[in-house]
């Protein structure tokens, strides 16, 4: 892309922040940027840019005028400038591109969304755009189907149980399982395959960058899907979880919120930001805070605490071991 192209590609996504902000008055930056797919700096960075536009004259009043932080964004001035900009043919066929790849994915929930959307960008494009976005998709979606996500489309399709091995983050350990598979999901671009699980009686979500040695069986698969309460804004019932974790977040790692599901809170004096997030698995809360140390920690519960600093203890006595051996 050249630099003129460039910079016009960037005009127009500033234009279109406006509307955004003020069609969610008070979203962080963080769930803004699941959304707008750039990282929660550089939506500071525009809004920064954005806060010093405005109509000829530049005076106070003909100034974009925004109260913004990481933790919440208000437009209090647009200057007229609250509507989203038109998609150009380009855009508009890498969108229904994308939809129409989204269509392809097994057990995909509000699937009528989805073909209703396509349904519209095909309606506004020409025949001949629309036919090249078309023999794009097949082409893309038959090269990338992997073998994976091929045995778990035909799992479900044909009502099949699935073997495979998976590695669990939270007890840090790989297992066989053989499940029911219910649906798949996506949530921030990762994909997940909902199941039954024989041997803990209940549904299991399990991420599929994480399974291995895929294999569907022979035998019929029994979901239980009349027994699956499933949230599209909470897939992982973490409302449901009752224990919690109490954490302090650096300011510079605000961005932790897109990858664990922390509740941020006030800002403290210091300008560390309180937080709470479901426990879970307390060895995996243990390891989080060890793999964060001088950025999160861990106020509450105290067993926790507890055991973050036996841990670290003996890490750096271990260190200082390794170094008086050394002779350093």
């Not at 995909?108 to 960008?121: G, I």
């Not at 999901?185 to 291995?212: C, I, N, P």
């Not at 060890?290 to 507890?306: F, H, S």
Request: glycine letters at 6%.
């Amino acid at each position: 892309m050249t630099a003129k192209a460039d910079r016009l590609a960037e005009v127009v996504h500033m234009l279109n922040l406006l509307p955004y902000f003020e069609a969610h008055p008070g979203i962080s930056l963080m769930e803004a940027s699941k959304d707008l797919g750039r990282s929660p700096k550089e939506l500071m960075d525009d809004l920064n840019s954005l806060w010093c536009c405005g109509l000829p004259g530049l005076f106070p009043g003909d100034l974009v005028d925004l109260d913004h932080t990481y933790k919440s964004v208000k437009v209090t001035n647009a200057q007229g400038m609250d509507k989203p900009l038109r998609l150009t043919h380009t855009e508009a066929g890498a969108l229904l591109l994308a939809l129409e790849s989204l269509e392809n994915l097994p057990g995909l929930t509000n699937r009528e969304v989805v073909q209703s959307a396509a349904a519209k960008l095909r309606g506004i494009m020409g025949d001949e755009t629309t036919a090249v976005v078309d023999s794009i998709v097949a082409d893309t979606v038959i090269e990338h189907t992997s073998p994976l996500l091929d045995a778990i489309r035909r799992s479900l399709d044909h009502g099949l149980m699935l073997r495979f091995t998976y590695y669990s983050a939270r007890s840090d350990s790989s297992n066989q399982r053989t499940v029911h598979p219910a649906r798949v999901f996506s949530v921030k671009g990762d994909t997940y395959l909902a199941a039954w699980d024989d041997e803990a009686q209940a549904h299991r979500t399990f991420k599929v960058d994480r399974m291995s040695d895929v294999e569907v069986l022979d035998t019929p698969s029994t979901p239980h899907a009349e027994d699956m309460k499933f949230d599209e804004d909470d897939p992982f019932a973490f409302g449901k979880e009752t224990d919690t974790v109490s954490l302090e977040i650096h300011p510079d790692v605000l961005w932790l919120a897109d990858y664990v599901p922390l509740e941020l809170g006030e800002t403290g004096p210091d300008g560390w930001v309180a937080a709470t997030m479901p426990m879970g698995s307390p060895a995996w809360v243990v390891r989080f805070a060890m793999g964060q140390a001088g950025r999160v920690r861990v106020t509450a519960p105290e067993e926790v605490t507890r055991t973050i600093a036996a841990q670290a203890e003996a890490a750096l006595g271990a260190y200082s071991k390794r170094r008086s051996m050394s002779g350093e």
